[in-house]
C-alpha cells in the first residue's frame, strides 16, 4: 500500500484498523461464547445470538478489507454493507434476548 495523503489521515485510517480488528476479536470471542452456551443449554437463543454477532463481525471484516483493497474510495457502499450486516446482526441479538427461555 502506497501511501501519499497527509500523515494525520493515515493515523486515522491506522486507528480505524486497530478498533476494527478490537471488534471483531472480542465479536468472535461472543461467537465462541454463545455456540458453548448453546452445546451445553441446546438453547436456540444462543445459536440467535452467535448469528447475530457473527453477522456483526462480518460486516465489520468486510468493511475493513475492502476499505483498505480500495483505497477507502466506495465510502457510500462500504457505509451500506457495515451498517446493513451490523442491522441486521442486532435484530438477531435482539431476537435471542426476546426468545431466551
Not at 500523515?7 to 461464547?33: D, N, R, S
Not at 440467535?48 to 471484516?61: D, E, T, W
Request: glycine share 6%; hydrophobic share 55%; charged share 10%.
Amino acid at each position: 500500500m502506497q501511501y501519499y495523503g497527509h500523515p494525520v489521515q493515515h493515523i486515522i485510517e491506522l486507528l480505524y484498523a486497530a478498533t476494527t480488528l478490537v471488534f471483531i476479536i472480542a465479536g468472535l470471542t461472543m461467537v465462541g461464547m454463545a455456540i458453548r452456551a448453546y452445546v451445553q443449554t441446546s438453547r436456540t437463543a444462543m445459536l440467535h445470538l452467535s448469528l447475530g454477532f457473527s453477522l456483526a463481525v462480518a460486516g465489520a471484516a468486510a468493511t475493513l478489507i475492502s476499505a483498505f483493497l480500495n483505497d477507502f474510495e466506495p465510502v457510500r457502499s462500504l457505509l451500506l454493507v457495515r451498517s446493513g450486516l451490523f442491522t441486521l446482526g442486532f435484530l438477531f441479538i435482539i431476537y435471542s434476548l426476546v426468545t431466551y427461555e
